[in-house]
């Protein structure tokens, strides 16, 4: 008969702690002194001396760790420095405008202000002189999606609408009047560089350029703001320095001209033996940054000062509320930041210019939000530019914005389509003189590369032609 319990358990030594439980005896026998009651291993591990015990939440008891025989404990990777503010964003924003491996190209045209304005030279890629690349990298004109990296020195291509809207801006300036312009196109056309050729001529002119690179970052809320008193205004001090100190790199031809107005109520000295470019330069505490700008643009708009020329990128986010807000919490409109309001002026013929002026707003299609107000007032300045009937407002719209259609309602559009094959040739043959293009440029590979873009679509053409080499930069 086999026995209840287990024999092993009751043949340990009698030296162990006995557990608490309740003496177990029958009538007949008694269990001798030797051994020990029945126990279960667990209880029994846990009261051994030199366990150690650990409780793991449920009420049991469990041993300690156990010793890996011949493995080492993995060492912690060492960190690097970690990454400074702002670094991710300087990366991402960099620029570089030559490339040491990439071929130079003999033969180049090198663009100045007789070739920008020939229509001779339509068709041709010219070459962008030492002087005037630090005047528009000062000015933030380049961008970093634009594929200045693969080659020996910017270039630039002079298209159709280069020699339309130089012509019109000559024009304008000649007959001492403002050309108020906007450039539009599909995606990936070529709109800011043709911003960038109209700022070129500008500077190799002579005209007093301002320009605005990212309009967004006057209206998302990213810079300090202040209540401008005794006005509806708000002035953004930070960027007003910012731009002042551009305007003052970018035009050395303010050091030409004299103040000659009166400005004892500033609260810094301005006076009438100071040159234009030491009034951007009175004062250095954003506090009395408006104050000194608005002075220097009545200096600016004098009679016999230079023509003007004022460009902004990114026209959308201005013409939309801003993510600012006053004091009592209501939103405020884009154009009621003070900036961004003299530009809104500008482009509405609010402002006079006596000396001439070009005012051009750039529009955007990679980042642009939808605003009803101004999809119908472009259509609708298309259709006066090109002599069409000019199209209604749509009466049930419930997002206008009049203070959209008054800012755009007698402007002028330029558009900006694709190449023409001609011109899209051309770029080829440069592309391949850099090394960047390996392939042989002619008839067959044009119509290829044109027809791949969309018509000629300039982007698309250098995503086609030179994406294997931009992804090994």
Not at 14 to 43: E, W, Y
Not at 199 to 227: F, K, R, W
Not at 449 to 458: D, L, S
């Amino acid at each position: 008969m086999a026995a209840p319990n287990c024999w092993r358990c009751l043949a340990r030594p009698s030296q162990t702690r006995l557990l608490s439980f309740p003496t177990i005896s029958t009538p007949a026998t008694t269990l001798p002194a030797s051994v020990s009651l029945f126990s279960t291993s667990t209880a029994l591990a846990a009261t051994l001396p030199g366990k150690k015990k650990e409780a793991t939440g449920k009420g049991h008891i469990r041993a300690g760790k156990r010793l890996t025989l011949g493995k080492k404990k993995r060492k912690p990777a060492e960190k690097g420095r970690p990454v400074a503010p702002g670094e991710r964003k300087a990366f991402r924003k960099r620029i570089q405008l030559s490339n040491d491996n990439a071929l130079e190209v003999p033969g180049l045209l090198e663009l100045s202000k007789e070739v920008i304005s020939d229509p001779e030279s339509v068709g041709k890629v010219v070459r962008l002189p030492g002087t005037l690349v630090d005047q528009l990298r000062t000015i933030e004109v380049f961008k970093p999606t634009q594929n200045w990296s693969l080659f020996r020195s910017p270039h630039m291509l002079i298209r159709k609408e280069t020699a339309e809207l130089a012509k019109q801006i000559q024009d304008a300036v000649d007959k001492k009047q403002t050309l108020r312009t906007v450039i539009t196109g599909s995606k990936g056309s070529g709109k800011s560089i043709l911003d960038l050729q109209v700022l070129s001529m500008g500077l190799l002119n002579d005209y007093c350029v301002i320009h605005i690179p990212e309009v967004q970052d006057l209206t998302t809320a990213h810079v300090d703001y202040s209540a401008i008193p005794d006005s509806n205004l708000y002035a953004q001090p930070t960027a007003t320095i910012k731009l002042m100190q551009a305007i003052l790199k970018a035009n050395p031809v303010l050091s030409q001209y004299k103040v000659e107005g009166d400005y004892l109520y500033l609260p810094v000295n301005i006076s009438r033996s100071m040159t234009l470019a030491q009034m951007l330069t009175a004062t250095k505490d954003p506090e009395f940054a408006w104050p000194v700008f608005k002075a220097f643009w009545q200096e600016l708009i004098r009679p016999g000062r230079p023509p003007v020329m004022f460009t902004l990128d990114g026209l959308a986010h201005m013409m939309r509320m801003s993510d600012y807000r006053s004091p009592s919490f209501e939103i405020i409109h884009s154009h009621d930041m003070a900036l961004v309001g003299l530009f809104a002026d500008s482009l509405a013929g609010r402002v006079q210019f006596p000396n001439g002026a070009a005012i051009i707003g750039t529009t955007s299609q990679s980042n642009c939000p939808i605003i009803p107000s101004l999809v119908k007032a472009l259509e609708q300045a298309t259709a006066r530019t090109k002599g069409l009937p000019v199209p209604p407002r749509d009466p049930y719209c419930k997002d206008k914005d009049e203070r959209v259609y008054e800012c755009l309602k007698d402007v002028k559009v330029q558009e900006v389509q694709g190449l023409s094959k001609s011109e899209a040739r051309s770029l080829m043959e440069y592309w391949a003189a850099s090394g960047m293009l390996r392939t042989t440029v002619n008839e067959y590979s044009v119509s290829d590369k044109w027809t791949m873009a969309g018509g000629g679509i300039v982007a698309e053409m250098e995503r086609a032609a030179l994406y294997d080499n931009r992804m090994a930069m």
